[in-house]
């Protein structure tokens, strides 16, 4: 019999201070509904102990792991104690110091442009005061540890770069833990993500380390196998937060034994012990007769622990206060870490490096193009002029600050909050890093290219005091910017709130600034603004600078044009070192106020998914929503209703699916940063290599593999999911074959519904009920409704989903059902299609083993009783499946084939090569271990290439023939011969008008339970024009008003981004949601289109009407109905327009926060060219302006604001030489300005740009899907 042998290494780590845990009583309630979460929880672990804690989905194991590590959230409250405790040798405060804790999230936060080395040696710098040859001996053995040396120099990577496997990932934050040589290390879930070999290997390591090093370390685990337990030194099994078992693993069989559960032979007892304490809530009488037991096993327990258990007791003087036992280093060292990883991260990112440095270029030389030498001499001249100066000081840092708190979002602030929770950093050191690196590249050099171009192409002085002077306030501006984006994040880790943040205090400083509202003419309640606005000291400063003692017509400099200017702007002639002195500490204090909220708000990505709350069960609470109940339907057919699931699917034609030398590639592009061998290299990697597989109708065929095998990458292959980018080029070879005859994919794609990897596309406002009947509507639409239902509630029954089902899908920030009920959905709502073959990739993953067993024991009914032909991949099957398994497809990690056949047939296959499974394992665990390359050291490695080698070859050599032979005499199948056998399978598109009417039903549902999309959508435009309001009403009939009707005409372009930031809020779920849709050919473009246009649109009107209530009869613009309608007219038109380019950037860009920065940066320059900023453009950029709705509604705004009966006053003011007003009426200012214009042919354009704006919407979506499909 060959065995698996492995050489151990050793970890250069100083033996740990040995830390014992001690738990009494410890029980945690939700503190605001006392729900008892877990409920008397006692241990003792002595150091140098592994402990599992084990259990069903929503069974307090991360909750309990998070209080025992003393990370206590705010939403629960702890009873009993908890003592750490030092074991050995003499207490002193040296010694508690010295033995560090550490903690493993679910979450992998890695910084993802660093190798796999480089994090881990930054990790070390962090938490090590050792030598550098010590620490980068503790890396190297890490790395060989665990597996990582083959991709020690591989960059971590992201959904944007390929870089290492989740599997890779994972045991890489384990090697960031362990780094540190804790004592006491608590681990969440450590081999999610995880093949069942790799997982083996880390938990085998963890108990090396626990046994030399005197380490303790807590796990939660969902699926252990069963060589894993027995590595084990003590287990906890918890259920519905009680505890079933706690104490050493040697115990447990027999204690299971004398109530009366032994474990039957070939069974994983992890399995069978969580299985045994689950709830069953597939059926009424199953959850009976479950919960029963469970209650019976719980009090068997209690029972045993107070007779038979007797608690150690322990030295309090000894004891340790987690708080002390944070690995760290001093706080420059921390600068000095920190500042050479964000030098790493920022230079080896290019793509945001070159965006860095042409951003300021571009924004500058289009803002001087728009604003190109103005002619000072004119009224025309002075406003561009005028404008100009607000515009460098607001434009350039408002896209700064948008920049920043997305860069912030995407990965600076994890990294710090993970840090911080760990102790290693703290926000001084953060801010100060951070700060030391970007003020060079961002805050210097992004402003003197910015002031450099536009400087000169406005035609300011060529002064180079002014120059530098100018300079200086925009610099200040843009820190201050800076320092307002990490105050924005530190109030909230979200994008969305943070930019809401950063928007809304910039809407102030734009308003209080002195540009669009005269400062002197504002309104007394909000003057006092002016005051705490940086802006305005910026563009009082500007002002100052450029038109102080300038366009002199006699000797008195009062009498100055420019002077007089400044003065009735508000402001005061050469006004400069208040302003800079001002700026200052305004960037200062924005800085300052991060630090203290970052301190006070102290975030920890371990508590981000933990329930804070528990509400009692209300299975009613939505009943009155049942309107929402899709009864829509286009057809009427009779069906027979049947009493279980499988008779309500009709019985599928037995397809067997073939593949024959299947060969898949992918062809990266990226930017190399170099022109030496081009800016732009290809890297080639194989994925699939000459796979041949047949897999069987009537029951279950698995795909299995190590992490990396490309099991997903062949079914995403077969069910026509690769689709190539701009960046990512697959290409594959091969045939595919269904009952033998050989057909094109999307034949396949037609006749098979795909469960993809997440359920991140549910929406989370639907309840689990509301998502099967939108699907069924849709799916199901030839059915009569209450079909449809009866259907439903079989699905429901048999997935065991009833107890949820009036239950909200939820998400990170709504509490809804749990993760292994949201995969369960995911799967019925494909099991509505009833197609003869059923995809799934990785179906089980991150589910406990109970729920696994009952998902796949639903899918082998299917396959027996129905005919289908079900394919899935999958990590670690539990050994009494494995046997029901049908048909195996083993595939090595190099995307080839070590075996295909029955799991029978596989036992014979390997036996005859001498590989025989030992009698108590797991079979799948077993070929598993065979078929994977072990790198935790040379000797391994070369065993186990060898092994895996000979496999293979064995495989190319007998077993393959297996599989050609039975491929060998195919047949090409045209498309009719393909729908007149297999068109009663294919799923066909529902009718476009019924799609239309179940996609407005869904939408509106989904619309009116978000409040945050509703608000959105109803509530930020009116409330837009209250603030305007505020600060322009009442406008006179004075000089003043002039600039100040431009100002708010001109504040009208802010509703731009407006309809950007509603579609931000409401449109991604709903795209997400159709895309999983539309891959399934449920329906089209169109109807999903029009459905979500039909919801927009009046609530845009609605809120439009609103907003010119405040603007026009509030503010005191002309009080007529032409002025308000065309308000409200223009209104809905700009902020349609803003939805509809987020729609197109939405389809561009999958992540929000790149898309607000795109679109940004594309409204602000056409904010700038609405005619009212600069009054003479070019030719060019006035051909570019007939597409901006911008330039037509300000005009139309515009001359309904100054009509012609309008008398002006000019006692503050705007008098002639002769003492005449310059301007006397309305027709005066339009004429002086240039502004005159043909609103009713305007009037009829702007429908036309809004019409143009939403067909290239749909086309660019139809483009993405249908054409060019990226």
Not at 215 to 224: A, D, E, N, R, V
Not at 326 to 341: C, D, G, N, P
Not at 671 to 677: C, D, E, L, M, Q
Not at 902 to 909: A, Q, V
Request: hydrophobic fraction near 40%; include cysteine; glycine fraction near 6%.
């Amino acid at each position: 019999m060959a065995s698996i042998e492995l050489l151990e290494n050793d970890i250069a780590f100083e033996r740990a201070p040995p830390v014992g845990l001690h738990a009494r009583g410890v029980t945690i309630l939700a503190s605001k509904t006392s729900k008892i979460l877990v409920n008397s929880f006692s241990v003792d672990l002595p150091s140098g102990s592994v402990m599992a804690v084990m259990g069903g989905s929503g069974s307090g194991k991360t909750t309990l792991l998070n209080v025992l590590a003393s990370k206590l959230s705010k939403g629960l409250c702890c009873d009993g104690e908890i003592r750490y405790v030092l074991e050995s040798g003499d207490y002193n405060s040296d010694v508690a110091t010295e033995a560090f804790m550490a903690y493993l999230p679910q979450q992998d936060i890695l910084p993802s442009r660093l190798t796999c080395r480089e994090v881990l040696m930054i990790a070390a710098d962090l938490k090590l005061k050792s030598s550098l040859k010590k620490k980068n001996q503790i890396v190297d053995q890490l790395l060989l540890e665990l597996g990582l040396r083959d991709c020690a120099e591989t960059l971590v990577g992201d959904a944007k770069s390929r870089g290492l496997s989740g599997g890779e990932k994972r045991r890489l934050s384990v090697a960031t833990q362990l780094v540190s040589n804790p004592s006491f290390m608590f681990l969440d879930e450590p081999t999610t993500g995880l093949d069942a070999y790799s997982a083996f290997l880390l938990v085998k390591s963890l108990k090396k380390l626990a046994s030399t090093s005197q380490k303790s370390f807590i796990m939660s685990i969902h699926q252990p196998r069963s060589d894993i337990i027995f590595l084990l030194d003590f287990v906890s099994i918890l259920s519905q937060g009680n505890v079933v078992y706690c104490g050493r693993t040697s115990e447990m069989i027999p204690y299971f034994d004398s109530l009366g559960y032994p474990v039957p032979p070939l069974v994983n007892p992890a399995d069978f012990f969580v299985d045994l304490s689950s709830v069953d809530a597939r059926t009424e009488h199953s959850k009976k007769d479950s919960q029963r037991r469970l209650d019976k096993l719980v009090q068997q327990w209690e029972d045993h622990q107070s007779q038979m258990m007797r608690l150690i007791t322990f030295d309090a003087s000894k004891e340790v206060h987690p708080k002390n036992m944070a690995a760290k280093v001093s706080f420059w060292k921390q600068i000095e870490v920190l500042t050479k990883r964000n030098i790493r991260l920022n230079f080896s990112d290019h793509f945001t490096m070159m965006a860095t440095f042409t951003e300021p270029a571009l924004v500058g030389a289009v803002m001087g193009w728009i604003f190109y030498k103005p002619d000072p001499n004119t009224q025309e001249g002075i406003r561009t002029l005028t404008s100009s100066l607000y515009a460098s000081v607001v434009l350039q840092g408002y896209l700064y600050l948008l920049f920043d708190t997305y860069r912030l979002t995407e990965q600076d602030i994890i990294l710090y909050d993970r840090e911080r929770a760990e102790g290693t950093v703290s926000p001084a050191s953060f801010m100060l890093a951070r700060k030391l690196l970007l003020f060079f590249t961002d805050d210097f050099m992004m402003i003197i290219i910015f002031v450099t171009i536009s400087y000169f192409m406005i035609g300011l002085e060529a002064n180079a005091g002014k120059f530098f002077l100018h300079f200086a306030i925009v610099f200040l501006a843009q820190l201050s910017c800076s320092g307002l984006a990490l105050f924005s994040v530190a109030i909230s880790r979200d994008f969305a709130k943070a930019s809401l943040v950063g928007n809304m205090s910039f809407t102030l400083l734009s308003l209080a600034c002195g540009f669009f509202v005269n400062s002197k003419s504002m309104p007394v309640y909000v003057r006092w603004t002016k005051y705490i606005a940086f802006t305005w000291y910026g563009f009082g400063a500007l002002l100052s600078n450029t038109y102080t003692d300038r366009l002199c017509h006699s000797s008195n400099k009062d009498e100055c044009e420019g002077n007089e200017l400044i003065r009735s702007l508000g402001f005061w002639s050469d006004w400069k070192n208040l302003p800079l002195s001002v700026l200052f500490c305004f960037a200062l204090g924005f800085f300052c106020a991060a630090l203290i909220v970052f301190y006070i708000k102290k975030v920890d990505i371990a508590l981000q998914n933990e329930v804070k709350s528990s509400k009692p069960e209300e299975p009613n609470v939505l009943e009155k929503d049942r309107e929402s109940s899709v009864d829509v339907t286009s057809e009427e057919v009779e069906i027979d209703k049947g009493g279980d699931l499988e008779s309500n699917f009709s019985e599928s034609v037995p397809i067997t699916v073939t593949l024959k030398n299947i060969n898949l590639e992918v062809i990266v592009l990226h930017f190399s940063g170099t022109f030496k061998h081009g800016l732009f290299q290809k890297n080639t990697k194989k994925i699939l290599q000459e796979v041949n597989a047949v897999f069987k109708p009537g029951m279950i065929n698995a795909i299995m593999g190590p992490s990396g095998s490309g099991k997903s990458s062949l079914l995403n292959l077969i069910s026509g999911r690769l689709n190539s980018s701009f960046v990512l080029k697959f290409h594959s070879t091969g045939s595919l074959f269904l009952n033998f005859n050989s057909i094109f994919e999307e034949m396949f794609k037609n006749v098979c519904s795909y469960v993809s990897q997440d359920d991140d596309h549910l929406l989370a406002s639907l309840t689990v009920r509301e998502t099967f009947e939108f699907a069924a509507a849709l799916r199901l639409h030839s059915m009569k409704p209450q079909q449809r239902r009866n259907k439903i509630d079989e699905i429901l029954l048999a997935l065991g989903l009833t107890h949820c089902e009036n239950t909200l899908i939820g998400n990170e920030f709504v509490k809804g059902i749990s993760g292994g009920e949201k995969r369960r959905v995911t799967i019925g709502v494909q099991l509505l299609n009833n197609s003869p073959i059923l995809l799934l990739d990785e179906p089980t993953s991150g589910l406990d083993s109970f729920t696994s067993a009952a998902i796949l024991e639903i899918l082998e009914s299917l396959c027996t009783k129905c005919g289908k032909t079900i394919i899935l991949t999958i990590h670690q099957p539990r050994s009494e499946l494995f046997q029901k398994f049908g048909h195996v497809l083993l595939l090595s990690r190099s995307g080839k084939v070590v075996f295909n056949g029955s799991p029978r047939e596989m036992l014979d296959y390997f036996s005859g090569m001498g590989y025989v499974c030992p009698e108590y394992t797991n079979v799948a665990d077993y070929f598993l271990d065979l078929i994977s390359v072990n790198t935790q050291n040379e000797g391994n490695e070369m065993v186990s290439k060898h092994r895996v080698e000979r496999l293979l070859v064995n495989w190319k050599l007998n077993g393959n023939c297996l599989v050609k032979d039975s491929i060998l005499d195919m047949n090409e199948i045209s498309k009719e011969q393909f729908l007149a056998e297999y068109g009663l399978f294919m799923k066909k598109p529902c009718n476009p008008l019924l799609s239309y009417f179940v996609n407005l039903q869904r939408q509106y549902t989904t619309t009116r339970r978000n409040v945050d999309s509703l608000m959105a959508r109803v509530a930020q435009v009116p409330g837009s024009g209250i603030i305007f309001a505020l600060y322009w009403a009442p406008i006179k009939h004075n000089f003043k008003s002039i600039g100040n009707r431009l100002g708010l005409a001109q504040q009208s372009t802010a509703l731009y981004f407006i309809g950007m930031l509603a579609n931000l809020a409401c449109y991604p779920p709903e795209r997400d949601y159709f895309y999983e849709e539309y891959n399934d050919n449920v329906h089209g473009i169109a109807p999903f289109f029009l459905a979500y246009m039909t919801l927009e649109l009046p609530l845009t009107a609605f809120s439009s009407s609103i907003y010119a209530v405040f603007t026009v009869l509030v503010c005191g613009l002309p009080r007529t109905a032409g002025n308000f309608f065309a308000t409200m007219y223009c209104a809905f038109v700009i902020i349609a327009c803003g939805e509809a380019l987020g729609i197109m950037t939405n389809t561009f860009f999958h992540r929000p926060g790149f898309v607000v920065n795109c679109i940004s940066l594309i409204l602000s320059i056409g904010t700038q060219l609405s005619g009212l900023m600069s009054l003479r453009m070019s030719r060019v950029l006035k051909g570019i302006n007939y597409l901006n709705p911008l330039n037509y509604t300000s005009m139309i705004l515009i001359n309904y604001s100054f009509p012609s009966d309008m008398q002006l006053t000019c006692q503050d003011g705007g008098r002639k030489p002769d003492g005449s007003c310059q301007f006397s009426n309305g027709h005066d200012v339009l004429l002086q300005y240039g502004l005159i214009k043909n609103t009713k042919k305007y009037l009829g354009i702007i429908i036309c740009v809004m019409i143009i704006y939403r067909i290239l919407a749909y086309f660019l979506l139809k483009a993405k899907l249908e054409w060019i499909r990226w």
